[in-house]
């Protein structure tokens, strides 16, 4: 009969590039295998432990939660938490030892041991030479549990290694345990971990020599390998060690932060007090009884799991941000919830819209509610500081993000690690497309030019695929924060994120969901802050008091311009499927907007929904409903699916779920693809609507439905969160397209398009833009009276490219107080380097004090800086003859300098040549009838490929007369992946395809023209 045994020391992939197994192929090895217990030890880590959590309940297995650390004195230990006092001194000896040190790196000394360590279990891993001081320290450190950790690998010297820990193990009194040091759960993933060993050590497997592990041993042996290498008693204490650690995640509790409450109330009174003053706010004339009915609702919900204390933070939160002037608004799961919107969260109204509060919070999720709030993304600082100070360091910080080996990043770090070269690898990365797959890598390589049947080619395949998706180390969340009452560090580690004055947990959101923490996402959102400077620009120009309470509803003008899809810039109707969308949803009214944010996106084209409600809102289709109560959940959208919600909402009133059920049926759905389980659902959901009379085809069609929206679909409530920036940036554009699009330049990066497609935009609006100048502009884009009393856009300082924004600012500071006689003058009063000064010249930036570009250059020469005694020096002023560039080098400068010109479009200067290839303009192609053959071409701006959309890429071309919408077919995708993923200026063949006002171009055949640009550089916004 083969022993028992329980693993004491084991590495995941979460100790970043040394494992090389996740937490749950480890687990899973484990119960397989027999094993007793396993315990997850990453280096000054519980990064990975949640996940093994989840994975060891499902398979049976014991879970022990510990770490591995190396203390300066090089004393190597294996901590484990015995019960919850010792994971939660555990955790603080991490975070002790993550906040002394850079991110990514620790520091713990024997001091850190001062205070007694109850509840934790010490395994002593004495390196070659070590003696019994280390034994004796640890030893007293951890009385009555410690252990010598004893981990033989099959090496030539193991019987000597293990007579030696046997003679520690009797001078220091400590006993012997048997432990594996696994990194792997196979052994078949020894190659893959010297490849992490390469990459941590930035060398290669030839140059790394003895630093990689000698054989594949580290791995998660069978019981009866292990018996043939350890003696018995040893496996035996590995079980001993096991039965002393009782502690599981579960038992960990979160505790809300309470002092938000005033003296004499409870937070259930307080939060009840704020939503009955916000109802009363909201409704001045008295809210409709069924809002009233909803509050009192959720206000018992709330009260039943104890969640009050995190709507008050929240509000907290959301008051502080509003005092200090940032735009904010609540959006996501919280815009169902009617007291979010009397607390002013969300501006969702209850009253509008069809909220489902247990799509926010229900019992039966049993997790706490998310909420996400927006903030301008330039002061988001604000409200995150804010957030530190008034709770500290120690009870907030911010969610890790775990990043991940995408396929360019896995096949670089393989490439080098396996020997290639710099430059081989920078050309096997570059082969690889944005969407492209592990799968497509041999295919890949053979187009780069590789033999892809060569041994190292080979290997670089096989490791690359099986690196992707790696964790590659730990980042921040955008702004997910955790609270905690107490310290936050007794719950999970606290480490330094790699930005100055911010700290993160070593959890990331998944983690947090299955461990029940409250998280508040205090999110950067661009476009609030393109509305703020918006805002702020038309009042200063017009002495205004305009906010956005005041932009006038239901405007006709602004869904004239929508219907035109005329909304390059606007927030989130602006791309491609959007724009194509517009004119056939032709939106009239607020609630159309909702529909549009909503119906391009996966989940209605992935359950086939986006054409029946376009063919049912044109009349070419009836609307039906199979029963009242069906009518009643989809009236508002001609009996079609479109929100999230919706399909949740079939579920109860169809098939008998409980809102409770319906919401779990979604979070199934949204995971299936990568786990299945969805069969349970799948019979609850078909058999409920067959029992209430539905018909079979019918169930069939919304369980297709949810499993389109389960992963991708939009919930109501965060479009119409969504759609109110719509319409306040579509007001915007169309009644102040200056500052509007003076605003999108100031808050780049934002959106789909680049400076110079907004500036173009802008133009063809009417609106007057000027170039940049030493003696007028402002470090940011400002607007100044232009013609016909009309504002007029300045470009800023801001925008020329290497200048440095200190040196832009002592411009403006010293203009401000002298003007500028010439270069050497300007020089002089805003102490600007030759660096300087070469940037503004660059940028045509000093054509007002040295005439034009080159002209200017060379004056910036005549520039000295002052000699060692200070004294100014005395240059021959004279003039040279310079000799002016032409356009096409202006332009060539404009763009290097500015990213725009005002000049010409560098297609008008190269139009004859196009003429000559008879590729017709973009104005053509709009006016060429359905059907017609043309020849196009234009510079590449955006290429787009859905992953809903089969394969088919998307791209839109750019000339001096507007733009070309490609669609291009999967088959010539790949038939011309260099010319459409390689040029920057692009000729088509094909077929015109007109709907209405939307019009394509479906091409057969690509020819790369960039070589008719010459110098010119632009880029293009490629993304899935």
């Not at 919930?715 to 940036?729: G, I, T």
Request: include cysteine; hydrophobic fraction near 40%; glycine fraction near 8%.
């Amino acid at each position: 009969m083969a022993p028992a045994y329980a693993e004491l020391h084991c590495v995941s992939n979460y100790s970043f590039l040394r494992g090389a197994s996740d937490p749950e192929e480890l687990v899973e090895r484990a119960a397989r295998l027999g094993y007793a217990a396993l315990a997850l030890t990453d280096e000054c880590s519980v990064a990975g432990v949640v996940r093994a959590h989840l994975a060891a309940k499902k398979v049976g297995i014991h879970l022990l939660v510990g770490t591995e650390v190396e203390l300066t004195c090089g004393l190597r230990l294996v901590l484990l938490a015995r019960d919850l006092a010792g994971y939660e001194t555990l955790c603080g000896l991490i975070t002790a030892a993550r906040r002394a040190a850079p991110k990514g790196r620790y520091r713990l000394a024997r001091s850190g041991f001062a205070r007694p360590t109850p509840g934790i279990v010490a395994l002593w891993r004495p390196g070659a030479g070590e003696g019994r001081e280390g034994g004796d320290w640890v030893g007293a450190a951890f009385p009555g549990s410690a252990w010598i950790a004893v981990e033989l690998h099959k090496g030539a010297h193991d019987g000597q290694e293990l007579a030696r820990l046997r003679e520690l193990g009797i001078a220091t009194g400590l006993p012997l345990v048997a432990c594996g040091d696994v990194h792997m759960h196979a052994r078949g993933r020894k190659r893959l971990q010297d490849v992490l060993t390469a990459i941590r050590l930035r060398t290669s497997l030839a140059e790394a020599g003895r630093r990689l592990q000698p054989n594949a041993e580290r791995y998660l042996r069978p019981i009866d390998r292990l018996a043939r290498i350890y003696p018995p008693d040893l496996l035996l204490q590995s079980l001993e060690v096991a039965s002393r650690c009782t502690f599981s995640l579960d038992e960990i509790r979160y505790e809300y932060p309470d002092e938000l409450v005033p003296p004499g109330e409870t937070p259930a009174s307080h939060l009840g007090r704020l939503t009955a003053m916000g109802l009363a706010r909201r409704y001045p004339a008295g809210a409709p009884d069924s809002v009233v009915a909803t509050v009192e609702h959720e206000l018992r919900l709330i009260a039943q799991l104890g969640y009050e204390p995190f709507f008050l933070t929240v509000h907290d939160i959301v008051v502080f941000a509003r005092d200090k002037g940032i735009l904010c608004q609540g959006r996501g799961s919280a815009a169902n919830s009617a007291v979010c919107y009397c607390l002013g969260i969300t501006e969702v109204d209850p009253g509008r819209m069809s909220v489902l509060f247990e799509r926010f919070i229900s019992k039966e999720r049993g997790e706490p509610p998310d909420i996400d709030v927006d903030f301008e993304h330039q002061r988001r600082e604000e409200v995150i500081q804010y957030l530190y100070a008034k709770y500290g360091r120690e009870r907030a910080a911010l969610t890790a993000v775990v990043i991940t080996y995408q396929p360019r990043s896995a096949v670089r770090d393989v490439g080098k690690a396996l020997g290639l070269s710099l430059d081989q690898v920078d050309l096997l990365a570059k082969s690889l497309s944005w969407w492209d797959n592990p799968e497509a890598l041999r295919q890949r390589i053979a187009e780069a030019g590789f033999d892809p049947e060569s041994a190292v080619l080979r290997q670089v395949v096989d490791l690359t695929r099986q690196l992707v998706g790696f964790p590659r180390h730990l980042s921040q969340h955008p702004g997910g924060f955790v609270i905690d009452n107490r310290n936050l560090s007794r719950l999970v580690p606290v480490e330094n994120a790699t930005m100055p004055g911010r700290t993160v947990i070593q959890w990331d959101k998944d983690d947090l969901d299955a461990m029940g923490l409250l998280k508040v996402d205090v999110l950067g959102l661009g476009m609030l802050s393109c509305i703020r400077r918006a805002i702020d620009l038309v009042n200063g120009y017009r002495g205004s008091r305009l906010t956005m309470a005041d932009i006038p509803a239901e405007d006709p003008a602004v869904y004239a311009m929508a219907q035109k899809a005329d909304t390059l810039g606007v927030f989130q109707i602006e791309s491609r499927a959007q724009m194509a969308m517009l004119p056939r949803l032709k939106p009239a009214c607020f609630y159309d907007l909702v529909i549009e944010v909503a119906i391009v996106r996966p989940g209605p084209i992935m359950g086939k929904m986006v054409h029946p409600y376009l063919r049912r809102r044109e009349g070419k289709e009836p609307v039906s409903y199979p029963s009242t109560a069906v009518k009643a959940v989809l009236e508002r959208t001609l009996g079609v699916s479109i929100f999230q919600e919706q399909v949740m909402q079939l579920a109860v009133v169809a098939a008998g779920f409980t809102p409770g059920e319906a919401d779990s049926l979604r979070r199934a759905m949204a995971a299936w693809r990568r786990r299945g389980g969805i069969e349970p659902f799948r019979e609850k959901l078909v058999g409920g609507m067959l029992a209430r009379g539905y018909t079979q085809a019918y169930a069939e069609q919304i369980y297709q439905q949810i499993q389109g929206f389960g992963e991708y679909g939009f919930p109501e409530s965060h479009a119409a969160s969504f759609a109110l920036l719509v319409y306040v940036s579509c007001w915007l554009k169309r009644h102040e397209p200056a500052a509007f699009a003076c605003a999108l330049l100031n808050s780049q990066p934002l959106g789909f398009y680049s400076p110079s497609q907004i500036v173009q935009d802008a133009r063809r609006h009417g609106v007057e833009v000027r170039p940049v100048c030493v003696l007028a502009s402002e470090v940011e884009s400002t607007l100044v009276p232009g013609r016909q009393g009309h504002p007029a856009i300045r470009l800023g300082l801001g925008m020329i490219s290497g200048l440095k924004v200190d040196s832009a600012i002592s411009i403006v500071t010293s203009r401000n107080k002298n003007d500028f006689e010439s270069t050497e003058d300007l020089a002089r009063q805003a102490n600007l380097d030759r660096h300087d000064l070469a940037c503004l010249a660059r940028a045509d930036a000093l054509s007002a004090l040295a005439g034009h570009r080159r002209a200017a250059l060379w004056s910036t020469l005549a520039v000295e800086n002052r000699t060692a005694l200070d004294i100014p020096a005395q240059p021959d002023r004279s003039p040279a003859p310079v000799l002016a560039a032409s356009e096409g080098q202006e332009v060539v400068s404009d763009y290097a300098a500015v990213g725009l010109t005002l000049r010409r479009h560098p297609l008008a200067i190269i139009r004859p040549q196009l003429r000559s290839k008879r590729f017709s303009t973009a104005e053509e192609v709009t006016a060429a009838r359905h059907g017609q053959w043309i020849r196009t071409s234009g510079l590449v701006t955006c290429r787009q490929r859905p992953s809903t959309a089969s394969g088919v890429l998307f791209v839109t071309l750019e000339d001096e007369t507007g733009y070309v919408n490609l669609v291009v077919w999967s088959h010539l995708v790949e038939a011309n992946r260099r010319a459409l993923l390689g040029s920057r200026l692009l000729g088509v063949a094909g077929a015109v395809q007109k709907q209405g006002i939307v019009v394509h171009v479906i091409p057969q055949r690509f020819e790369d023209l960039t070589a008719l640009l010459g110098a010119l550089r632009t880029s293009s916004h490629d993304f899935h």
